[in-house]
């Protein structure tokens, strides 16, 4: 069973590198080796671009969306659905929770796709030149209020977010170290821009006020100058817990489910000599995130950290479309599908604050739950979908089924989806009751589709399902 | 579900995307309601009067009537300071009461808490629509999210062969038995289980319920006819939340927006008939309220974002009446082309909160607000 | 910037502007086609967003600067005889009779000249007669309407009432062949030309649909590192802060041609955000890239309602990025007035430039 342990890693890595893959893709990039898979996702300039001149064709509202959803999800959800380059839409997802910047208050969705636009091209190169980027970002300078940052008068919003949500975490630095890093950004804004009336929007432009710059001496984390807001993210990136905020991060998004942030300061990682290794990673590499990312893929903790993972609705909508298939093309009725997230709890493009999300068991309540199943049992359960009707046709290939190989056959093709005893009991209990299922004639064919699609329909109800 | 039937409870209507304000409060004696609205002015021949000074927007014909009645309450220029004009934030603002930074609690969410600790009903609050309403999002509380129709509401829909869904829900319920001691698993357990009960006791609402009042074949009609579902099968649920819209309009206010509020209306006049029908209206408060106004000068076929907005409250208990000062028209006295707030929002919560919920209500709004006259 | 163009004996002038971002009444929600209609008036297809608000087909006068009028809205989004989803293609034929495509559903629907619904015709599939997204559209002298059947890679020809007459071309990108065409013209001598989207070129095909010559090739602005919006959403996004167009004849995804009297063509070259003016050989002969320096009428009164959008104005360093065209969509010559009208689709309006035959020049030392 060596090859199928072989699919149950390289879906591991899909689900967590990208958003899941089907079982033909999964056989060929076996076929290719795990880390030539590796290396793959993390040169995503490899694999050709999302072709965006389609969506605009189709929905061309997509492109400046302004302040009301969905045309802004619509996009969003469009590059989710159809990238070739899933691991760099991963990091530009994983950048948009860390460095959260939400539409409730910039409302403008075009200013945050550029803002993921950032994410997506320099997400997974140097930490320090995307923090000086992301300090420039027109949409972070607004969402934090560093337009209303002066020489004469410092607002710390950005330059305290920056430290405590950014880069280092509470306890690493003093609010005199704050303060000193607000004013190294004063003058650091964006141009007016031409108002969206009458003809629509117009992007934001970075622009330096050398003559709004505090440019007195600052002392800032035990260095003293005349620091401009580049130097201050040269002293940050330097600092031992900035390697090791950085990495806790990736571990939590990549490999397993932590305590969040704030409880960073007072609980130790679960895997410390895993931290520890991505850490001594990033400093080496000088704040190279692709050097960690290849490292922690291939590593031992991320190959064992099976269904650590509770999957954001994100993960969820994308994980399930790119499953089913028959989503890649614009068609009317998109807006309402890349609002999905949103009903489960992740409102993409607009997290209920800097903090981001709270992930883990807290993307479940009642309501998400019951959200989350359906939406994808709804997918699942509709076998003129083509990845569906391919689950059908491994399914069939094998001829007549018993209740133990519907249910298996199901699980391991949903994944492969690894159970408890309990669970897998109940799925065969009710495989039972329809007996063997074949596709030998007509009527029973008809009958085999529709106990597929109700198996798949049960499983990913499941409390294993809602793992990655 | 012991809750005695006569518990308050709360309706609130939330017409999104910002109504405009002139529009629906006519000044229709003033003569810079003319000079400001050339292009989507109401005729003075089509408007409500309600009294010398105001008229309603000709397709709040209902509403007038319950104005008539007395039990209608306007409250005016409602809003507050710095205004932001964008959608998202001033709605937030209205759900968080929160204007100067992001909050993430709602004021219902908090309302739920206190009424529910426990969370011994699950459907204390039941929102209609596919999303949670931020006004109602605090971690841990339980809100029914009510997407479609109420009789599609819970678990795999998509099975829809009765004695297999049976079935097959009863496997869903084994499954989350939940296993003490196993953390997350625990959780989902209880959640899950939760999320079912929920769907059981909502279940029986459509069954029970039987009405011979006609509801509009609009989308509001249909939230608030569930909502009727809900309250007349005594299941304890105390705050309900649905919103109509969008009010957004920029372009084409005319006939938009009249079209908007006829829905608005003639549901809400649906609604109440059938409360009052089966003797269940007395304990109802409805809250219309929308996250702005919109701008004084129409700009050749819409209105675009605003500030101040008129909010209503209405129900059996309510004293109508205007409350509070419209605010002026007059150019010095607008705030970049728009209606300056003269009552702060958080003033009707309060108002609510004290003496329909009967709960404290600095804790949720943040501090102490006018209490406004329009309940005993 | 210059408002005149003047090029190899030809004189563009920048008229006015038309129109302003709305989705319904008095303005444009993202136009797919245009076409002509009578006495200066243009016939515009909305594709609206998401929210379904939006779609529809809007007639409107445009005249001089500041007499723009809306004379009439149908082919709302709904259900049912009149309505749409996805509006695309409209055409008008000798007596007025508009024709529009919905390229979700797969029909086209035809009105009078006030907007009421006639009739409408269509169904999925590849088979003669079948459409699958169909795009442009445009009448013959004898009355029958060509179809860009966009998801076939085809051109059909139908009778007015929908009766399949014959069809031409194929998926591909080889002579005569398409990939995903979308905007269609004919010339006086009814010859065929077409926007071959995908194959970022226009084709020019006989009456019979024999293929005769083709103009442009794919290229676009090199992405500087950091930007790579500067296609992608519009030409004023590169990190330096300059426009960036290609040279002339390289094409990214054109989406409609027209033909002058002269026989001088112009193509809406979507992706690089201009119009390209060719000679009748096909030779490169100006480009146009927007030139909005004057408010539309409509637009002035958006910001004469909103005072804080006219304080925003005041205080923006450079209006230039607005005088521009961000992803123009159609292309139109009406040879009564030799005006060329484009569809300006991202800034929901119309940028009227006059093609001027009595030019004379000034005196250099003025």
């Known amino acids: 069973m060596a090859y199928q342990d072989d699919i149950a890693l390289m879906a591991h890595l899909m689900r967590r590198a990208g958003f899941g893959a089907r079982r033909d893709e999964l056989e060929a990039r076996v076929a290719k080796g795990y880390e030539a898979t590796v290396e793959e996702l993390i040169h995503p300039e490899t694999q050709p671009p999302v072709d965006v001149y389609t969506l605009l064709r189709y929905h061309p509202a997509a492109l400046l969306p302004g302040g009301q959803p969905p045309m802004g999800n619509v996009n969003y959800m469009y590059h989710l659905v159809n990238t070739k380059r899933p691991l760099e839409e991963k990091v530009a997802l994983f950048w948009h929770h860390v460095f959260a910047t939400g539409n409730s208050k910039v409302d403008n969705y075009d200013q945050l796709l550029l803002q993921i636009n950032l994410f997506r091209e320099r997400g997974m190169g140097d930490y320090r030149a995307l923090l000086v980027e992301l300090a420039r970002n027109p949409t972070m300078l607004f969402w934090l209020d560093n337009n209303e940052n002066h020489g004469t008068a410092v607002n710390e919003n950005w330059g305290r977010e920056l430290l405590e949500l950014f880069s280092l975490g509470v306890g690493s630095y003093t609010e005199k170290d704050v303060r000193e890093a607000s004013r190294a950004f004063t003058g650091w804004t964006f141009e007016t821009k031409i108002p969206r009336l009458p003809y629509g929007r117009f992007p934001w432009k970075f622009e330096y006020r050398a003559e709004d710059h505090d440019d007195g001496e600052k002392e800032f984390l035990g260095h003293r100058g005349r620091f401009n807001g580049e130097d201050i993210i040269n002293i940050v990136v330097e600092q031992p817990a900035c390697a090791r905020f950085v990495c806790r991060h990736l571990y939590n998004f990549f490999v397993a489910d932590e305590p969040q942030v704030p409880a960073w300061s007072i609980e130790s990682p679960s895997d410390p000599k895993a931290i520890d290794t991505l850490t001594a990673t990033f400093r080496e590499s000088h704040y190279d995130i692709r050097s960690v990312l290849r490292v922690l893929f291939n590593s031992s903790f991320f190959k064992n950290a099976r269904f650590q993972h509770m999957k954001s609705p994100a993960e969820v909508v994308v994980g399930s479309l790119r499953l089913v298939g028959g989503y890649e093309m614009p068609r009317p009725g998109y807006g309402d599908l890349s609002m999905q997230p949103s009903y489960m709890g992740q409102d993409l493009l607009n997290p209920p604050s800097v903090e981001g999300w709270h992930t883990g068991q807290e993307w479940i309540n009642s309501g998400s739950l019951m959200a989350r199943i359906n939406f994808v049992a709804q997918l699942v359960g509709d076998p003129s979908l083509p990845g569906v009707r391919a689950i059908i046709d491994r399914l069939k290939a094998k001829g007549t089924l018993s209740p133990e190989q519907l249910v298996d056959g199901c699980l391991d093709l949903l994944g492969p989806v690894e159970v408890g005893a309990d669970t897998r009991r109940e799925l065969v209990d009710q495989a039972k009751e329809w007996g063997q299922i074949s596709w030998d004639r007509e009527v029973s064919a008809q009958t085999a589709d529709k106990r597929v699609g109700e198996m798949l329909q049960l499983i990913v109800a499941t409390r294993e399902y809602q793992f990655a | 579900m012991a809750a005695t039937q006569k518990d308050p409870v709360l309706v609130v209507v939330q017409l999104s995307g910002g109504n405009d304000y002139l529009n629906t409060v006519i000044p229709y004696n003033n003569p810079l309601y003319r000079d400001n609205r050339p292009a989507v002015g109401i005729p003075d021949a089509q408007v409500l009067p309600i009294d010398k000074n105001y008229a309603f927007h000709p397709a709040m014909a209902p509403l007038k009537k319950v104005w008539d009645e007395g039990k209608l309450a306007i409250l005016h220029g409602t809003g507050y300071t710095n205004s932001p ?133 609009t989308p509001i009609a249909r939230k608030l006819q569930g909502i009727a579902q809900v309250h007349l099968a005594g299941l304890g649920s105390r705050i309900f939340y649905c919103d109509h819209g969008s009010f957004d309009t920029h372009a084409g206010q005319n006939p938009g927006h009249g079209t908007l509020w006829s829905a608005v209306a003639e549901g809400l006049d649906a609604f109440m008939m059938d409360l009052r029908q089966h003797d269940h209206a007395d304990n109802v408060l409805v809250l219309l309220f929308s996250e702005f106004g919109r701008r004084v000068h129409d700009n050749g076929s819409g209105t675009d974002h605003g500030a101040a907005g008129p909010a209503f409250v209405l129900g059996d208990k309510v004293k109508g009446g205007h409350y509070g000062d419209y605010p002026s028209l007059k150019a010095e006295h607008l705030v970049q082309g728009d209606l300056n707030p003269s009552m702060d929002f958080r003033s009707i919560y309060s108002t609510i909160l004290e003496k329909w919920l009967k709960v404290s209500s600095k804790p949720i709004v943040g501090r102490a607000f006018e209490q406004l006259a329009f309940l005993n | 910037m210059a408002l005149t163009t003047v090029a190899r004996g030809r004189v563009y002038d920048w008229s006015h502007a038309v129109g302003r971002g709305a989705a319904a009444g008095t303005g444009f929600n993202y136009p797919q086609t245009m076409c002509l209609g009578k006495g200066g008036t243009v016939i515009v297809a909305n594709r609206g967003n998401e929210n379904n608000f939006g779609m529809r087909v809007n007639a409107v006068r445009i005249g001089a600067p500041g007499e723009e009028e809306l004379l009439a809205e149908f082919f709302k989004w709904g259900e049912g005889d009149g309505r749409s989803t996805w509006p695309f293609g409209v055409a008008v034929d000798g007596q007025g009779r508009v024709y529009a495509s919905d390229e979700w559903h797969n029909t086209i629907s035809v009105f009078d000249s006030d907007g009421k619904f006639l009739r409408k015709w269509g169904k999925t599939g590849s088979g003669d007669g079948e459409l699958v997204r169909p795009a442009g559209l445009v009448c013959e002298k004898n009355g029958n309407v060509i179809v860009v059947d966009s998801g076939n890679n085809r051109l059909q020809v139908f009778t007015p009432d929908g009766k399949f007459v014959a069809k031409c071309g194929k998926g591909g990108s080889g002579d005569g062949e398409f990939n995903q065409p979308w905007g269609i013209t004919l010339d006086q001598a009814g010859n065929i030309y077409v926007a071959d989207w995908k194959n970022h070129r226009v084709q020019k095909l006989s009456p019979q649909g024999k293929f005769l010559m083709k103009i442009g090739q794919y290229g676009t602005v090199p992405v500087p590192q950091g930007a790579y919006a500067v296609t992608y959403m519009g030409p004023y996004l590169s990190t330096s802060g300059t426009p960036g167009y290609p040279k002339a004849a390289l094409l990214n995804h054109p989406t409609d041609v027209a033909v002058d009297t002269d026989g001088d063509i112009y193509v809406a070259d979507w992706g690089n955000h201009r119009v390209c003016i060719f000679d009748s050989e096909g030779s490169p002969l100006a480009t146009l890239i927007g030139d909005a320096q004057v408010m539309s009428k409509w637009g002035q009164q958006s910001i004469d309602a909103n005072p804080d959008m006219m304080k925003a104005r005041r205080r923006a360093k450079s209006l230039e990025p607005e005088f521009r065209f961000c992803f123009p969509t159609a292309v139109d010559f009406d040879p009564e007035t030799d005006r060329i009208i484009v569809a300006d689709s991202q800034r929901n309006r119309l940028q009227v430039y006059r093609k001027v035959r009595d030019y004379t020049d000034f005196q250099a030392n003025l």
């Open chain 2, 85 to 217: 004009r964008s959608h998202f934030r001033s709605m937030d603002i209205w759900h968080t009461c929160e204007p100067d930074k992001v909050g993430t609690e709602g004021w219902l969410g908090r309302v739920a808490r206190e009424y529910d600790p426990n969370k011994e009903n699950v459907i204390t609050v039941v929102s209609f629509g596919p999303s949670l309403f931020r006004a109602l999002a605090v971690p841990g509380v339980p809100v029914a999210c009510v997407a479609g129709p109420l009789e599609k509401y819970g678990f795999l829909p998509t099975v829809q062969e009765r004695e297999l869904r049976l079935k097959v829900l009863d496997r869903f319920a084994r499954m989350y038995a939940p296993v003490v001691g196993s953390g997350v698993m625990e959780y989902l357990g209880t959640t899950g289980l939760d999320s079912l009960k929920g769907a059981d006791v909502l279940k029986v609402a459509p069954q029970r319920y039987a009405s011979t009042v006609k509801y509009p074949d």
